[in-house]
């Protein structure tokens, strides 16, 4: 367990599990890294939404009517 200092508190740390780690400003998320990560994101699932069904699995599909 950590204590504070006298008069002092732990600004700008962060306290997980009894560790105490300096948060750095690199660690904090960039708006621009998460418009591009939504992005990505939304293209990976366009696409595998656009995805031929292969004929197999359409076989085994119908197999269960």
């Known amino acids: 367990m950590s ?10 740390d962060i306290l997980s599990l009894g560790n105490k780690t ?9 708006k621009g890294g998460e418009k591009d990560a939504g992005s990505a994101l939304r293209q990976a699932y366009q ?11 359409l ?3 119908s197999k269960l009517d």
């Open 47 to 57: 696409k595998t939404v656009n995805e031929k069904i292969p004929d197999e699995m």
């Open 22 to 30: 300096k948060q750095t400003p690199s660690s904090a998320p960039q």
């Open 3 to 12: 204590v504070a200092p006298l008069g002092g508190s732990f600004q700008g």
């Open 59 to 61: 076989d085994l599909l």
